[in-house]
């Protein structure tokens, strides 16, 4: 009886633990040598609370070229600028209005507009105060948070153009041990409301999805494969068997004495 309850203990632990190559792996059906796949890039839009990096340099009288926002931000090393606190505090936050306040130029309405579009309506208004003004406009506030069964979860910053999943979950350490490569949630802010997206990184189709490209405030989610719990109930489902295996046995000792 103990051996029995021993090789149905094993078998059980084996079919749980054992994790095929294939779910370990990304892009399974992924065709060899050069695919088309169009990328779906989508085009953020300033939300309220956004924060941006503006920049208006132009040439004084003297033939200088001049930041002439810089006097704002004052005397910054690099480090406080590239911080958290430091974009927050120096840069250009869109109000409950969907405005910015520029200085001499006042305010500009950025919601709902891209940084392009943004960035040359500041020029035109900028025209009108500085001569031959060259205007840089950029997004401070592409924060992105990775939860699940990820190694290191968290929220991020990202200070490029374009993000995609694979990189964003990279920046969170990867997918863990008892991650689901093929259960991905991505939530997803918009006027309209919250959008959700479920992602297989391991099926070539979420090169076309829309939420290959992660924006701004995204939330992605990595679902934990059946077999955690299992795992983190091993040792309390160990302890049971053990203890059901030696009353078991303590019964047929017993049994046996008494019959004899």
């Known amino acids: 009886m103990k051996f029995l309850i021993t090789i149905m203990f094993i078998a059980l632990v084996s079919g ?10 990304y892009l399974n059906n992924l065709p060899e040598g050069r695919g088309s796949f169009p990328a779906q890039i989508p085009e953020y839009r300033i939300q309220k609370r956004d924060i941006l990096y503006i920049s208006i340099k132009a040439m004084t009288p003297d033939g200088m ?53 943004a960035r040359k309506i500041i020029s035109e208004k900028a025209e009108n105060v500085f001569r031959d003004a ?52 991505v939530l997803r802010s918009s006027p309209e409301g919250t959008k959700t997206y479920r992602l297989d990184l391991q099926d070539k189709s979420i090169l076309e999805s829309e939420a290959y490209f992660i924006l701004p405030n995204d939330v992605i989610i990595v679902e934990p494969e059946k077999s955690k719990i ?26 046996n004495f008494t019959k004899g």
């Open 65 to 117: 070229i001049t930041d002439f926002l810089a006097a704002s931000r004052g005397n910054l090393s690099t480090n406080i600028m590239q911080s958290e606190s430091g974009q927050y505090i120096f840069g250009y936050d869109v109000n409950p209005e969907g405005n910015i306040l520029l200085p001499v130029i006042g305010y500009v309405h950025v919601e709902g507009l891209t940084t392009e579009e």
């Open 134 to 185: 060259m205007v840089e406009c950029k997004l401070l506030s592409f924060k992105f948070t990775v939860l699940g069964e990820v190694k290191v979860p968290g929220s991020y910053m990202n200070y490029n153009n374009y993000l995609t999943v694979f990189e964003a979950i990279g920046r969170a350490g990867g997918v863990g041990d008892y991650g689901r490569r093929n259960r991905i949630l």
């Open 16 to 25: 749980y633990a054992c994790t095929s190559q294939k779910k370990l792996s």
């Open 230 to 255: 299992f795992n983190m109930n091993l040792p309390m489902i160990s302890f049971i068997l053990t203890s059901v295996t030696s009353t078991i046995t303590m019964l047929i000792l017993i049994l």
